[in-house]
Each structure stands twice: as structure tokens, then as C-alpha cells.
């Protein structure tokens, strides 16, 4: 494995993946291929019909559109990187190239965060607060709450990619996962990090603890709201607006939760199973979460179901021309 002389900065990284296991690679490398393929065409979809079709210029559908844009670009921002290790047998990438993925996968990873919880927000007004519904969500509301969740995304990244790349490397260069994941690069650095630790956890308390808080207490008086809706047909149409959305932000925290949560392993030959079972459940959390989320809200929500088939329609009757 390629390392540098102790004196000599580091201009390149060597990207480990599953180098050491090298038959699985071509298995997932036609796996992840083709979760990709449903992300983009899943993804792509649902942003085409948010556009397209009237009845879904809503702010919960602009919700949609944007957490699917940015599904695309987060998992963009990695997968080809992922695809090409896996064929590749030299998986080198330039210092400059390692800085632009970790602040394109941080900055997409954050701003769902906070997207998620602007969407909390609107499921709670829409559900315990309707007749204002209209007031306080309207679009001089909503387009300003999505902005700045991509506002929010970008400037934690930067920072938190910033001080990443300020760090001096100039010992070892190989970076245990399939891209430049920020703790990863950050245990090369031949300096202290403390720094860096403690603004991580700064940026951990903001865009996922208070997330999480908020998210908490918005379905917790969603949920008291429904339960005291006297008809069960109206309790079933209450939760179905929602369900979708409560879905999504399960699979997502829910991961991250199992991913960072569980033991670590003490024993050598347990600490190596372990550290392939890390890499495989990121490499998954990366695409699963992306690809699910439109197949949730197509399963889940009949406005969308009905928009996907009048585009499949206009599509069928376009080419019948």
C-alpha cells in the first residue's frame, strides 16, 4: 500500500474499499450500478410530475421535488467515485477531488437534515392547524424554508470541509471507505484535530439532534391531533398524509442510528468482520435511503401514484403520434 515519506505532503489519497476482498467487488459493483439506475429514473420521475401536474404545486410536493433533487445529487456526488473503485485497481483520487466529494456529500447529508424537518413542519400545520394552513405555508413560507435548508447544508459543509482540508497530511494516505468520508480523512491528518472534533460534534448537535427533536414533537402532536379525530375513516385519511414522509424520516435516521450506534468490536478477527460490515452498511446507506424514497411516496401517496400514470399516459399517446 502506497504511503509517503513522513516530510513530503500528501497530494493524492488511496481509496481501500473493498480491495481486500476483491470478489465482491464486481457483485456490488453490478448492484450498486443498478441502484443507482433507480434512484435517477425513481427520483427523476417524481421531480418531473411535482413539476408538471398542477395539482401537486403544493408546498409538501415542493418538498418532494427538492428532497429528490437532492437524492440525485448526493448519491452523484459519490457513486461514480464508488463504481470506479470497484473496476479500478490503482483507486487513487487527487487531494482537490477528495475536498469537492467530502463538501458535495456533507453539504447534500445536512441539508436533507434540515429539509426533513421543514417538511415535519408542514405536515404539522397541514394536519393540526389546516384552516391556516393556506396562510402560513404559502409560497413567500415555503420557497425560503427550502432555500435554507440548502443554505444551512452548504455553509456546514464548508466550514466542516474547510477545516478538514487545512490539516496537514503527510504520513500515511490510504482512506479505509469508498470516498473521501470526512472522519475517515480526518484520523490521516498528522496533527491535532481537536478542532475539527469538536465543530463536528457542534455541527451534529444542529443538524441532527435538534432535527431529530423537532421532528419528535411535530408527529407527537400530529399524532394526538389524529387520535382525537372521532371517525376512523378521517383518522386513515389524516395519517396517509403523512405516513410517507414519517416512513422516510425513519429509514434515514433509523440508519444513521445503527450505523454509528452499535459496539464496537475488541476482538482482532472481529474488529476486521466488522470493519467490512461498516463499509457495506455506509456504502448501502448511501444509495438505499435515496432509492426508497421514491418508491415510499409512489407506494404510499395516491396524488402521486395518479400523476406518475397520467405521465406515463401523455408519454404513450406522445410516441402513438
Not at 22 to 43: A, Q, S
Request: positive net charge.
Amino acid at each position: 500500500m502506497e504511503r509517503n515519506n513522513q516530510t513530503s505532503p500528501v497530494t493524492r489519497f488511496i481509496l481501500l474499499g473493498l480491495s481486500a476482498h476483491p470478489k465482491l467487488e464486481k457483485t456490488f459493483f453490478l448492484l450498486i450500478l443498478l441502484m443507482y439506475l433507480v434512484i435517477l429514473l425513481g427520483n427523476g420521475v417524481l421531480i418531473l410530475v411535482t413539476i408538471l401536474d398542477a395539482h401537486l404545486h403544493t408546498p409538501m410536493y415542493f418538498f418532494l421535488g427538492n428532497l429528490s433533487f437532492l437524492d440525485i445529487c448526493y448519491t452523484t456526488s459519490s457513486v461514480p467515485l464508488i463504481l470506479d473503485s470497484f473496476l479500478t485497481p490503482r483507486k487513487s483520487i487527487s487531494f482537490s477531488a477528495c475536498a469537492v466529494q467530502m463538501f458535495l456529500s456533507f453539504a447534500m447529508g445536512a441539508t436533507e437534515c434540515v429539509l426533513l424537518t421543514m417538511m415535519a413542519f408542514d405536515r404539522y400545520v397541514a394536519i393540526c392547524n389546516p384552516l391556516r394552513y393556506p396562510v402560513i405555508m404559502s409560497k413567500a413560507a415555503y420557497v425560503p424554508m427550502a432555500a435554507s435548508s440548502w443554505a444551512g447544508g452548504i455553509a456546514a459543509s464548508t466550514v466542516q470541509t474547510s477545516l478538514a482540508m487545512w490539516l496537514p497530511f503527510c504520513g500515511d494516505n490510504v482512506i479505509n471507505h469508498f470516498t473521501c468520508e470526512i472522519l475517515a480523512v480526518l484520523k490521516l491528518a498528522c496533527a491535532d484535530i481537536t478542532i475539527n472534533v469538536i465543530s463536528m460534534g457542534v455541527t451534529n448537535i444542529i443538524f441532527l439532534g435538534i432535527p431529530v427533536l423537532f421532528i419528535s414533537l411535530s408527529y407527537t402532536f400530529i399524532l394526538t391531533t389524529i387520535l382525537r379525530i372521532p371517525s376512523a375513516e378521517g383518522r386513515r385519511k389524516a395519517f396517509s398524509t403523512c405516513s410517507a414522509h414519517l416512513t422516510v424520516v425513519i429509514v434515514f435516521y433509523g440508519t444513521i442510528l445503527f450505523m454509528y450506534g452499535k459496539p464496537k468490536s475488541k476482538d482482532p478477527l472481529g474488529a476486521d468482520k466488522q470493519d467490512l460490515a461498516d463499509k457495506l452498511i455506509s456504502l448501502f446507506y448511501g444509495v438505499l435511503t435515496p432509492m426508497l424514497n421514491p418508491i415510499i411516496y409512489s407506494l404510499r401517496n395516491k396524488d402521486v401514484r395518479a400523476a406518475v400514470r397520467n405521465l406515463i399516459m401523455v408519454q404513450h399517446i406522445y410516441l402513438r403520434k
